[in-house]
């Protein structure tokens, strides 16, 4: 047999030797040192995009427990990342975007029945507003939550939504400059930056005043950033920013990668699989090129 052709069967054989052996996952612990942040939004009897029922919710936590995974508290998440503090192997931190008032009515009971605590990022203005169809937390729930342990963090004051250029397309009103249509012309570069750094400091203001934080995290709408975005956040002083990003998180990060749990095709067993393959060589490169494509998309253009 001609020797390429030999070296060429080696080559994918050796290949999937390593694909194959990076799947496999060594006694109960699935990785160490690392942590995995887990997104979701809302709950609701009925399933949609990002919104899971309390069934599904519930299954996801006990195939968490099951499977040996251990929950734990932004606190301890921070301690972490900077200071290298010890935490249990499969370390989860769950989070929630949006601050949505199904969190209190279906995920907080839930999970101080599994004995386990969660972060919620808020959208700071929307705060009490009950008039959409997806009303929001009031703070007095938000207060009662606190108390119990669970964390309320930035989502922004009054920027989760989308605006325009002058083009007419929509931006994110974090990474863009935007129009201003009363006066028919674009945002400067000061006024741009600006406006951003008075949100974020108006939403840490207010966080602080109401539920007395000492830690300042943003999590990002729709996970979009670019450097002017988090040059910007560390003025307001704000030094944890979670992102879209793809992967697990490892001591010294600041840019919080992510793993999106809430969605209506994922059951308790796919979650555990989604959980495993993160440490994989496959799902590191399934992570890599996605991050690509992510930094593609939303930071350059």
């Not at 749990?261 to 059951?267: H, N, R, S």
């Not at 495993?276 to 690509?292: A, D, H, S």
């Amino acid at each position: 047999m001609n020797k390429k052709i030999l070296f060429f069967i080696g080559f994918i054989v050796v290949i999937g030797i390593v694909l194959v052996l990076g799947q496999v996952q060594w006694g109960a612990n699935h990785y160490q040192n690392k942590v995995a942040v887990l997104t979701y939004h809302h709950i609701d009897p009925v399933e949609s995009e990002y919104t899971i029922s309390p069934e599904r919710f519930r299954e996801h936590l006990m195939a968490l427990t099951a499977n040996h995974y251990k929950v734990i508290s932004t606190s301890e998440f921070v301690a972490f990342l900077k200071d290298n503090k010890p935490i249990p192997p499969n370390a989860v931190v769950i989070t929630f975007d949006d601050g949505y008032e199904s969190y209190y009515k279906y995920a907080y009971p839930e999970l101080k029945k599994q004995g386990m605590t969660s972060t919620n990022f808020l959208i700071v203005n929307s705060v009490g507003d009950r008039t959409p169809e997806t009303p929001f937390m009031t703070w007095d729930e938000i207060k009662k939550m606190n108390d119990d342990g669970f964390d309320f963090f930035s989502h922004t004051f009054d920027s989760h939504g989308f605006n325009t250029d002058e083009k007419g397309k929509q931006v994110s009103p974090l990474t863009h400059r935007i129009f201003l249509e009363s006066e028919n012309r674009m945002e400067t570069e000061d006024e741009y930056k600006n406006r951003v750094v008075k949100d974020l400091s108006q939403a840490e203001k207010i966080l602080h005043d109401q539920l007395g934080n000492t830690l300042s995290i943003l999590c990002l709408p729709h996970g979009r950033y670019n450097q002017s975005l988090i040059d910007l956040s560390r003025q307001a002083g704000i030094h944890y920013i979670y992102t879209g990003d793809y992967g697990l998180n490892s001591t010294g990060d600041t840019l919080i990668k992510r793993v999106t749990a809430g969605v209506p095709t994922l059951t308790g067993e796919g979650l555990v699989d989604k959980m495993k393959k993160e440490t994989t060589l496959l799902g590191k490169m399934e992570n890599f090129i996605k991050n690509i494509i992510l930094q593609v998309r939303y930071r350059y253009f």
